[in-house]
């Protein structure tokens, strides 16, 4: 962050050095987007300069903005350089995020610019989770999220205030109301003529400022922070501008008026109103001008020459940067072949704890429920990394099934903390905790609530690494309960696992033993990548050996039963069941728990149906499109035609219901695993 103080006279000479800067860069942005130069969209900020110079030079280096799609402005206000800022708008190797995201995405966190979001209104909950990682390291920075006006209708900045303003976080939101969302006026979209009257909801200050003046948007930005840093609590500014040009270039604009463009041009433009300002007080002459104006153009000329001259990435580049470390499932791509390589001598399965064989049994080993197992795993992992928080509903008490019980008393409230009921911020909010230093472990209860934040998983939590170009990493891991067998009804009761294996950037646990789940929750503690933990609320009580110093890796299945005429692929709560079943069979039986279903270790499975021939996928979510298909279309491109019939036993396509008669008629269990595993025989 490049801090400007407004309160010097050569701090007002570079902050209109910098307003320069912005309208030199957008206006030739703008030419070289109409000769097709620049690929993509770009939405430009003309005229809006002053909030972007005077709110980031009220910063200090240490502290965070989060910024939307119109963000160019806000990347130079904040020291980031226009050559690479340049070269990423063009798509170039050179570029901020190495052209993996262009105008709309463009960050650098080192620098504090924790990243555009074309997604209107998300730059708030990530920007309430760099405040809360600045909370929990002492409060020594603050987070700027600039949203516009049209994003104060968007639910997560609503959930977002919230979250600040209940944690008394770090934060100044700052609101350019450029009285257009995209191309519907303020009045069409508000029914409040000052957006700042909604301060008074969430019991946190709120000021209004004139967005054409440098000098009072840096008095105001600077107060609010100097109060957050104290313990104030959040601030919300609403900074009073206008845009010049369209919501994106090639916009017609028939929505405003010439009057109206020519009024705020020649009666408010900030650059001229400024500049006259200086020269009043007898701090810049025209001749200072124009060397500013000069240095400005000579300073875009040199970006956009570099950026013509950079190299565009190599297309393998695609493939870096989703995830800390490489998988299977992307690596086929960048080796050419498009398909997974298996190696048969490969196996990450490890037998159960409980056979005599695994080299997890040997040592020590206690008897634990998977509940149990999962409360050991967080409480080891808070004890040796202060950096590992959690966040839910009704984390004090345990949450619903209570897995994490006694874990408020012994760690507290800063890192046990009950979070307000808006799963959209709370997961908002994990990433960009993440990114800035956090380990969150977030309870989101029940699966079936994967649907209100999903935006965040899908558009946040999987793309921030990617998007950023491997800049940061997202540490998050994310508890849900999920499956059915508890009379709960439909929107209790889902299984969603197969939904977010389909998110590129995002890992997916779904573990049925005490020794898997244990081992498996302190991995994604522990990993660099945002995980989603997905618990059978069923089988909370099912008991197993847990070896003491447990190590499961992300990506590794295990051989619970091993057996040579059949292979079972089961998950979670059809895990019991089918061991309970493969027990009294007289076939042998090879029953294996994926336990990660993304990464799949498809190398062990495809190594234990070579052995057997036959394979039987058993998993309690819908049928169609689902995970026991893609685990079939791996075995089928590896191993080719088997002995025997290939059985899928799950959901059909169908919500759960509530009566126990219908619930028991949808969902799969030992009968039904009987019976598939008698048609492959």
């Known amino acids: ?105 463009v960050a650098s966190p080192e620098e504090g610019m924790l990243g555009a979001q074309p997604i209107v209104g998300a730059s708030v909950p990530l920007g309430v989770g760099a405040a809360l990682a600045s909370q929990l390291h002492g409060g020594n920075w603050v987070a700027a999220p600039f949203l516009g006006d049209g994003a104060t209708a968007a639910g997560q900045v609503h959930e977002g205030f919230n979250l600040a303003a209940t944690w008394d976080l770090p934060a100044v939101f700052v609101i350019e109301n450029n009285q257009y969302s995209e191309g519907m006026r303020f009045e069409e979209q508000h029914n409040v003529a000052d957006l700042v009257e909604m301060a008074a909801a969430y019991g946190i200050p709120g000021e209004i400022v004139d967005g054409q003046d440098p000098e009072a948007v840096f008095e105001t930005v600077r107060e609010a922070r100097t109060r957050a840093t104290e313990g104030g609590g959040p601030t919300l500014v609403e900074a009073k501008t206008y845009r010049y040009r369209g919501h994106f270039e090639g916009d017609d604009q028939p929505y405003r008026t010439d009057a109206e463009l020519r009024e705020w041009r020649q009666e408010r433009d900030p650059i001229d109103n400024f500049r006259s300002r200086l020269a009043e007080r007898g701090e810049l002459d025209d001749d200072g001008f124009e060397s500013l104006r000069a240095e400005t153009v000579e300073t875009v000329d040199a970006a956009i020459n570099a950026a013509r001259k950079a190299a565009t990435p190599n297309p393998e580049h695609a493939y870096e940067a989703i995830y800390d470390d490489p998988v299977p499932e992307v690596e086929q791509f960048r080796d050419g072949t498009g398909q997974l390589t298996v190696d048969p001598q490969r196996t990450g399965t490890s037998v159960s704890a409980g056979n005599d064989r695994s080299p997890a049994a040997v040592g020590e080993t206690t008897r634990l429920t998977i509940r149990e197992a999962l409360r050991e795993a967080i409480r080891e992992e808070m004890a040796d990394d202060k950096a590992v928080v959690l966040m839910g509903q009704d984390e004090e008490i345990g949450g619903s099934f209570e897995v994490t019980a006694g874990l408020y008393e012994e760690f507290g409230p800063e890192r046990v903390r009950n979070a307000p009921i808006s799963e959209a911020a709370q997961v908002g909010a994990g990433v960009g905790a993440a990114a800035t230093g956090v380990r969150p472990v977030i309870n989101l209860s029940f699966s079936d609530f994967v649907g209100v934040c999903f935006d965040q998983l899908m558009n946040q939590a999987g793309k921030t690494r990617y998007m950023f170009d491997g800049a940061c990493d997202v540490p998050l891991t994310i508890r849900a309960l999920e499956g059915g067998g508890l009379n709960a009804a439909a929107q209790h009761s889902g299984t969603v696992h ?157 919500p759960v219901p509530f009566a126990p008669t219908i619930e028991g008629e949808v969902l799969p269990g030992e009968s039904e695993l009987r019976t598939a595993i008698d048609r492959t025989l």
């Open 1 to 105: 962050m490049a801090r400007i103080d407004l309160t010097k006279a050569d701090g007002r000479r570079e902050a209109l050095r910098t307003m320069l800067l912005i309208r030199e860069f957008e206006d030739r942005v703008a030419d070289r987007y109409a000769d097709d130069e620049i690929p993509g969209f770009v939405h430009l900020s003309q005229g809006q300069e002053a909030v972007a110079v005077g709110a980031c030079g009220a910063l200090e280096p240490v502290d965070y903005i989060t910024s939307t799609h119109r963000a160019h402005g806000h990347s130079l206000a904040a020291g980031l350089s226009p050559e690479r800022l340049m070269a990423e708008i063009y798509g170039k190797a050179s570029g901020y995020c190495g052209g993996k995201s262009g105008s709309m995405h």
């Open 498 to 654: 197969t939904l977010l294996s389909h998110l590129p950037g995002i890992k997916v646990v779904a573990p049925g033993t005490p020794a898997g789940a244990k081992g498996l929750m302190k991995a994604s503690i522990r990993s660099e990548d945002t995980v989603v933990f997905f618990e059978s609320k069923v089988s909370y009580d099912r008991e197993g050996p847990v070896p003491d110093d447990v190590r499961v890796q992300l990506g590794d299945a295990s051989v619970e039963r091993a057996g040579g005429d059949v292979t079972v692929v089961a998950t979670q709560r059809l895990l019991g069941d089918a061991l309970a079943v493969a027990d009294g069979l007289n076939a042998s039986v090879e029953v294996i728990d994926p336990r990660t279903l993304y990464p799949l270790d498809t190398a062990s499975i495809v190594e234990s149906v070579r052995k057997t021939g036959r394979l039987v996928v058993a998993d309690e979510s819908p049928l169609s499109y689902g995970f026991h298909a893609e685990v079939v279309t791996r075995v089928v491109e590896a191993v080719g035609g088997l002995d025997g019939a290939i059985e899928r036993v799950g959901v059909p396509d169908t």
